[in-house]
Structures are given as C-alpha cells and as structure tokens.
C-alpha cells in the first residue's frame, strides 16, 4: 500500500508529515481497503478551515483544509485522536463506495445533510468499533440537528451507530424514517 501525503513538508503548520502517513496506514489496513490501494492525503495548510473531503477513488485521494487535522487547544499542531476520526471516516467512505453491495451512493456534492450525517453517524461507529477514541455525542447531535430531536431520531441514529454491512438504500432508509418522524 502506498500512502503520500501532500504537502511533503509543511511550513503554516507544524504538523509532521510521516505521523500522518503512519497514521493513514494503521486505518487503511484496519478498514480492510484493498492492499494494493494507493491513498494521496492532501491538506491545504494555508486555512485553519476543517473541510474535508474524498477527492478520487481511483486512486483514492482525500482533501482536508488543516484544520480537520489540528488539535483545538494547540494552534498549528496535529491532534493524532482526532485526526483519526477525520481520516477512519473518509477511509470507511472510501471502502463503502468501493464495495459493489453498498450500492452506489450520490458524489458528495449531491448528498443531502441529513444523508451526509448519517453515513458518518455510521462510519464513525464503525470506527469506534475498531478501538479508535471517537465522540459520540457530537455525532448524535449532529445528527439531531439534521433530523430533529425526537425518539425516532435518535432510535435511527443508533441503527446507523451500531450498523455494520449497511448499505446505501439503508442508510437513506434510516435518515428519511427519522425525517418523515419530526414532530410537527
């Protein structure tokens, strides 16, 4: 498996290039993407924004603003617990849109939020799963944000949570059930 990591040295942030290739390596080979994947992590390190996004999958290209990688109480510094949860939540999106009985879900662009949040309601689950520090509680609140504070969303968010081998249609299953669930 070949891991690059964009830029090759960093100078806006003191971020240190072979821990995030570390780092990348450990969670490719725990989500079980194929060995033989090429994964590029880019970070544009001139905006202390947190976007971060699946680029390509073939090869498998993920674009994060530094900020997804920073740790908030240390400007300019990599917070390797939260760079995992940012990095393990592209990877199982990545082995998601390779694996042909997920079916095939929308480009990111076209996801709505609350289908976006879902699929990393159930990423990141996964990637707890796997022994990784992950924040439950944000998610769920993302998640109600999404589709609403009520039991039916909540109930949805733990399917998602707890899920492994869903698939797209389930995924959007779980979100418009929670959405068609709001209270008026």
Not at 76 to 90: E, F, I, K, Y
Not at 100 to 120: I, K, Y
Not at 136 to 161: G, I, K, P, T, V
Request: net charge negative; aromatic share 8%; glycine share 8%.
């Amino acid at each position: 498996m070949a891991v690059e990591i964009r830029p090759e040295t960093f100078s806006l942030v003191l971020f240190d290039v072979e821990e995030i290739r570390a780092l990348t390596e450990q969670l490719v080979a725990q989500i079980g993407l194929p060995r033989d994947a090429s994964v590029t992590v880019e970070v544009d390190e001139t905006t202390p924004l947190g976007y971060a996004h699946v680029t390509s999958l073939s090869p498998v290209m993920l674009s994060l603003e530094s900020g997804a990688l920073e740790d908030p109480k240390r400007p300019r510094q990599m917070d390797p617990v939260g760079s995992a949860d940012v990095l393990g939540r592209l990877l199982f999106e990545v082995r998601d849109r390779l694996d042909p009985a997920f079916g095939e879900a929308p480009a990111s662009g076209d996801l709505t939020l609350p289908e976006a949040s879902a699929w990393q309601a159930y990423c990141v689950g996964r990637l707890g799963r796997l022994g990784h520090h992950v924040q439950r509680q944000r998610r769920l609140y993302h998640f109600r944000n999404r589709h609403a504070f009520s039991d039916a969303a909540d109930a949805a968010f733990d399917r998602l949570w707890n899920g492994d081998g869903l698939t797209w249609a389930d995924i959007v299953a779980e979100s418009n059930g929670a959405l068609a669930a709001q209270p008026a």
